[in-house]
């Protein structure tokens, strides 16, 4: 009789179908060789792997997808751009078999990340550091935490997570990130609360609220949005003092993803602008320029 229901049924359906989608799924991972290129590429941010496992990789995975091949490639060139200048270069580039396009992807990625020569002239307050240095090359430090341990290949995670929280604890380098002006006293953490003996500062503007954005009821008889939007409005009057990120060049939505996640944890609104917002095809297309 159960089995007879429509909803048992319906769920009976739902159920066969993601069960369905989930075994396609791992059955291209499986044949495509992702759980090995992903733990490779993993390896390679954190200093846990280098240049032999990937002629490794090239060696024996000569199957590989021309996309898989270019992205390890562009990872590697990224942490070692020295092991693509001259001959070197060519022969990495010769044994994985990629067209010439890619290969000037994988050209100005090492141009990016700075040779041999740029290391040496590198100097001033304006200096870009990567943590490539280091006899590890670790392009990212492992963190430890409940998020970051849940699955297996999750442990990279975008470069601007660690400088936002480094600026809200006031542990920001000056000498990468210089400031024009000091930041007051209540710049970083969540306290907002101003002293007896001071004025607040008055705003020559007054703050106004859009008409749009005034309480009614729809049609429905139910409340419309407007009461979510009040409330969302309330609950960012509370946090800390905002955070402002620009990024030139682009960006990516991992990177979206981690000022929605940042604003949560530090209780202050992380706001990220950028000149454009890049998926991966968009980001090698303009590699390859």
Request: charged share 30%; hydrophobic share 35%.
């Amino acid at each position: 009789m159960v089995q007879a229901l429509p909803q048992y049924s319906e769920q009976i359906d739902k159920l066969s179908l993601h069960v369905e989608i989930a075994g396609k799924i791992n059955r291209i991972i499986r044949e495509s060789g992702l759980r090995e290129l992903g733990q490779l590429e993993q390896d390679l941010v954190f200093g846990d792997a280098g240049m032999k496992d990937v002629i490794k990789f090239l060696t024996t995975k000569e199957d590989a997808t021309r996309e898989n091949k270019l992205r390890l490639l562009m990872i590697l060139a990224a942490i070692y751009p020295e092991k693509f200048e001259g001959e070197r270069g060519l022969n990495i580039m010769k044994l994985a078999r990629l067209p010439q396009d890619d290969m000037n992807a994988v050209n100005n990625m090492r141009l990016l990340a700075g040779g041999s020569d740029t290391k040496k002239r590198s100097t001033g307050a304006f200096s870009l550091k990567f943590d490539i240095h280091k006899k590890k090359r670790a392009a990212r430090k492992d963190r430890t935490g409940e998020e970051e341990t849940t699955w297996q290949l999750s442990r990279f995670y975008p470069m601007i997570e660690e400088l936002i929280d480094k600026l809200n604890k006031g542990e920001l380098s000056k000498d990468e990130y210089p400031c024009m002006n000091e930041p007051s006293p209540t710049f970083h953490g969540t306290s907002q609360s101003t002293p007896v003996h001071q004025v607040p500062a008055h705003s020559m503007r007054s703050r106004r609220t859009a008409t749009w954005a005034r309480p009614r009821n729809s049609d429905d008889g139910y409340s419309s949005s407007d009461s979510i939007l009040r409330h969302a409005s309330s609950d960012f009057k509370k946090m800390g003092q905002r955070i402002f990120v620009f990024i030139v060049g682009g960006a990516t939505r991992s990177e979206l993803r981690v000022c929605h996640k940042l604003t949560s944890k530090l209780q202050r609104e992380v706001i990220l602008g950028s000149s454009s917002l890049d998926d991966p095809p968009q980001f090698i297309t303009l590699n390859q320029m």
